[in-house]
Structure formats: C-alpha cells, structure tokens
C-alpha cells in the first residue's frame, strides 16, 4: 500500500513557465513534507519543506502547498530553468515515535526543454 | 562543508558473493540511515542508527544484510550472501534535525 503517490511519472515545460508537481498521501499521521530533487547517478538533495501547520512554503523560485483536508501537497518552480530537469522525490514524514522515518513516493520526472 | 560520502560507486557482483558498502557521514550528524532504491521507485529505509545504537532496523533482511556503526560515525552495509534481486542503488543519508542529507549511492548489480 503506497502511503505516498505521484501519479505522473513525468512531466515536460517551457523553460520560463510554471512547473507543477503533484502528491497526494493517505497517512493522516504524517505531519511534515519535503521534496528532494535528484540527478542521474547522484543521490537526493533536499529542496523544500513543509509542516502540516503550514499551507504554503516560499524559497526563491519553489513554493510549497499543502492542503490538509484532501491530503495533497505541491511544488511549483516559476520560472522553471532547463538545470531544474531531474526527478523529484515528494516524502512525508509522521508524528511521535516515528518521526525520523520518511515515506517517498515514486518520483517525477521533470524536463524543462530550452 | 563535505557532504555524505559513499563508497564504492559502483559495483558489480556474481550472486551468492559478499559486498559491503561504506559511508562516512556529515560531521557532527548524529543519525545516519541507510536506504534501498529499487528502479523506478522511490527510497526505503533499511535501518537508523542514533549515534552507534541501530534503533529501527526492522526493515532489513536481516538472514542476508547486516551493518555497523561501531564508533558512531561511519557505518558499513554488507549483504551475504548477494540475490539477484539485490540489484539497486544503496543510499546512505545523515541529518541533525529534520532534513535527510543524502550520499551519491552505491549501485549494485549483481549477475
């Protein structure tokens, strides 16, 4: 049971336009999100986060948004650059005892064509 | 400031050999995790150590896979004996707080 989806595996852009990336969850435990981008034959690097407090997070060209009640969050790269062309890692992360523990979904695969 | 170090890259085996993986983690990172990525897929954790104590290893194989972190800083993966379905790219990530910091991986192909 996949607690943690990406339903499109890939995703193609105008380099200058808005790239938007999907993930939906299903754990009502999980209370906090990053996306992680990653490059062939590179491990993933951490982007942007957000806590389950929050509805938005802001860092230059990425922003977070997260809506609880449909258990969906996003990321949105404006403008997009063709270096942001990689796969990218939606995670989620529970409460309590658990709260090291990141859940990934399945990745995107994002081109971003000059 | 040097990130997660892992080692080898690559490597190649016949099924049924032995292979260990290395990683040194960012200084001063208390908790480090190693991680399977299967193609097509997104990380899953193996175990978590918190300074040498392995606390979750309750997704690791444990007939096959083993590791150690024996002074709290660098810690060895090794499996024996390597499956076929061993073939992935074996993550190290380490952190202080909330974000995972993550090594390049070893990927293994095993013949």
């Known amino acids: 049971d996949q607690q943690v989806k990406q339903n499109s595996p890939s995703l193609s852009v105008q380099e200058g336009r808005i790239s938007i990336l999907n993930c939906d969850y299903t754990?009502?435990?999980?209370?906090?999100f990053l996306w992680y981008k990653k490059y062939p034959a590179e491990g993933p690097t951490f982007l942007i986060s957000i806590s389950s407090i929050k509805d938005k997070n802001e860092d230059g060209r990425f922003t977070v948004f997260l809506n609880k009640s449909a258990k969906h969050l996003s990321l949105h790269i404006v403008p997009s650059q063709p270096g942001d062309s990689a796969v990218y890692f939606c995670?989620?992360?529970?409460?309590?005892?658990?709260?090291?523990?990141?859940?990934f979904g399945k990745g995107t695969l994002l081109t971003v064509n000059p | 400031e040097a990130g997660v170090v892992q080692s080898p890259r690559y490597k190649i085996i016949e099924k049924k050999q032995p292979v260990a993986f290395w990683c040194n983690p960012i200084?001063?990172?208390?908790?480090l995790y190693w991680y399977l990525q299967n193609l097509g897929q997104g990380p899953e954790l193996l175990i978590r150590y918190e300074n040498e104590e392995a606390v979750d290893d309750s997704q690791l194989p444990k007939d096959r896979f083993s590791a150690e972190r024996l002074k709290g800083v660098d810690s060895t993966l090794k499996i024996q004996p390597a499956e076929l379905g061993d073939s992935a790219v074996y993550l190290c990530a380490s952190s202080l707080v909330n974000e995972q910091f993550f090594g390049p991986g070893t990927r293994l192909t095993v013949l």
């Open positions: 754990n009502s435990m999980f209370d906090y």
């Open positions: 995670a989620a992360r529970g409460s309590g005892g658990s709260n090291y523990k990141l859940t």
């Open positions: 200084s001063g990172h208390n908790t």
